[in-house]
């Protein structure tokens, strides 16, 4: 399983990026996919993760600005980035928690995307 993901580079603070990730390989079932984030120095957090029956999640510093999709037929998540403030800059992580056979989930990550905003 690879979460492949793409979207990220530079932008002035109040603008918009998008992000997305595609999941590809033995999947069976995808529970949750999700973005967290890794800014220098800082502990990785969630930034919004969303459930196959659509469910939301968003760290309270972004809510309001980001907003999480899924596209279940083709296991791929977006996240859209708006109003992007300089504090919103860090690596972005695609993350999923997903079946690949019948037993039980596991965790993958994606290879992350760097964000940066300009002040």
């Known amino acids: 399983v690879q979460l492949q993901a793409s979207g990220g580079g530079l932008v002035q603070a109040g603008g918009s990026l998008r992000l997305s990730c595609v999941a590809s390989g033995r999947i069976f079932r995808i529970n949750v996919m999700g973005w967290y984030r890794q800014a220098p120095g800082k502990q990785r957090e969630l930034v919004a993760r969303?459930?196959?029956?659509?469910?939301?999640n968003y760290a309270d510093s972004v809510k309001g600005r980001f907003t999480i999709s899924r596209d279940n037929a083709q296991n791929t998540v977006y996240l859209q980035m708006n109003s992007l403030k300089p504090e919103d800059t860090a690596v972005y992580y695609c993350?999923?928690?997903?079946?690949?056979?019948?037993?039980?989930?596991?965790?993958?990550w994606g290879q992350g995307t760097q964000v940066t905003v300009s002040s």
């Open positions: 993350n999923s928690i997903l079946f690949s056979d019948f037993t039980r989930p596991d965790v993958y």
């Open positions: 969303v459930t196959s029956d659509g469910n939301t």
